[in-house]
């Protein structure tokens, strides 16, 4: 799994001084589990994106971009052409934009 989200949240944790266990309670998941979410072991469930965003004072939409990201590279880190699938993607999205702004 990827840990772009983990390593967010983790110096978001770190620098706000809040101690693991602490995310984990408001979670209502046991600490090591938190870990995990951090090391990019396993994923945070979309529920909980809020919750950690609220506590960490970060917008909850970058938490949502970092998650959403973790799981679009997890979908596609082991094809050969994994940076040209992305660039193709954001083409795609960017263009959407244009086209559904002009509507």
Same mark, same amino acid.
């Given at each position: 799994?990827?840990?772009?989200?983990?390593?967010?949240? #983790?110096?978001? @944790?770190?620098? $706000?001084?809040?101690?693991?266990?602490? /995310? +984990?309670?408001? =979670?209502?998941? %046991?600490?090591?589990?938190?870990?995990?979410?951090? #090391?990019?072991? @396993?994923?945070? $469930?979309?529920?909980?994106?809020?919750? /950690? +965003?609220?506590? =960490?004072?970060? %917008?909850?939409?970058?938490?949502?971009?970092?998650?959403?990201?973790?799981?679009?590279?997890?979908?596609?880190?082991?094809?050969?052409? +994994?940076?040209?699938?992305?660039?193709?993607?954001?083409?795609?999205?960017?263009?959407?934009?244009?086209?559904?702004?002009?509507?």
């Amino acid at each position: 799994m990827s840990t772009i989200f983990g390593n967010k949240i #983790k110096t978001l @944790r770190e620098d $706000k001084k809040i101690p693991q266990r602490q /995310l +984990a309670s408001a =979670l209502q998941i %046991d600490t090591a589990t938190y870990c995990k979410i951090e #090391k990019g072991d @396993r994923r945070a $469930k979309r529920e909980q994106l809020s919750v /950690l +965003a609220e506590l =960490l004072e970060v %917008d909850s939409k970058e938490l949502i971009r970092l998650w959403s990201a973790d799981k679009v590279y997890d979908i596609i880190a082991e094809e050969d052409e +994994a940076t040209q699938i992305l660039n193709l993607v954001a083409e795609n999205i960017i263009e959407y934009k244009r086209k559904t702004a002009k509507l």
